[in-house]
């Protein structure tokens, strides 16, 4: 079984600082991880993924995630936010071992990202 | 070039009807699937097929029935349409099997709004 944990429905940053979201994950097996973004009446595009090799991933636009085994989690940062940026943000998890065949993905809930000016 | 379509983009429906939506990939994938995405931005896996064969069928009711003509094809037809099956659709696939390893490419949705 799998599960991703958004901490955070809602966060706001002024443009120009830093991005945290927060995402925790539980899985059986050794999981892989992505996040995804959705702009306003968008569809889904995937920032970055994680399937075990560097723990450090880096994304478009300037995103990156860190994968922490012993914290379960897999939070996504920026260094400095665009107004661009705003949207909504979706953790998302998957079994890598739970079987062949189309395994499906777990999504978080997601979380909102508001830029102020 | 779009790499997975879906057609329409909105639907706008009275409750009872019958409707499909398309989904096309031109990206060679073997793997297609459907995700529900209800007025609270959350995303449920609906069916996935791979090679044409269903393999995932979540707890969705019997009038949503799948259709994969082929490997390129996943079309979604819904049944008596229901105010509660009103949500976003997505179509996405992924290359056989690796879903979980490389993430899925999305259609841009279909907006379905039952009244």
């Known amino acids: 079984a799998q599960s991703v944990t958004q901490l955070d429905s809602h966060v706001s940053v002024s443009e120009g600082t830093p991005v945290l979201l927060r995402c925790n994950y539980s899985?059986?097996?050794?999981?892989?991880l992505f996040w995804y973004v959705q702009h306003p009446n968008k569809g889904l595009q995937l920032l970055l993924k994680?399937?075990?090799?560097?723990?450090l991933v880096k994304g478009i636009n300037g995103f990156e995630a860190e994968f922490k085994k012993s914290e379960t989690s897999f939070h996504l940062t920026k260094p400095s936010a665009h107004m661009s940026d705003a949207a909504e943000y979706f953790c998302?998890?998957?079994?890598?071992?739970?079987?062949?065949?189309?395994?499906?993905?777990?999504f978080g809930k997601g979380t909102h990202l508001i830029i102020q000016p | 070039d779009t790499a997975v379509s879906q057609t329409p983009k909105y639907l706008v429906t009275q409750m009872g009807n019958d409707k499909s939506i398309k989904c096309e990939q031109n990206?060679?994938?073997?793997?297609m699937y459907w995700y529900k995405q209800d007025s609270k931005k959350f995303l449920k896996i609906m069916f996935s097929?791979?090679?044409?064969?269903?393999?995932i069928n979540e707890t969705v009711p019997n009038r949503f029935s799948p259709k994969s003509p082929d490997k390129a094809h996943l079309n979604l037809h819904i049944n008596s349409l229901e105010l509660g099956d009103s949500a976003v659709y997505f179509c996405a696939s992924s290359r056989a099997g690796t879903g979980g390893n490389y993430g899925y490419t999305f259609g841009s949705g279909t907006r379905l709004t039952v009244v």
């Open positions: 097929y791979n090679n044409k064969e269903l393999i």
């Open positions: 998302v998890v998957s079994d890598r071992n739970s079987g062949g065949g189309a395994d499906g993905l777990t």
């Open positions: 990206l060679g994938h073997d793997t």
């Open positions: 994680y399937t075990s090799a560097a723990t």
């Open positions: 899985s059986s097996y050794s999981p892989s």
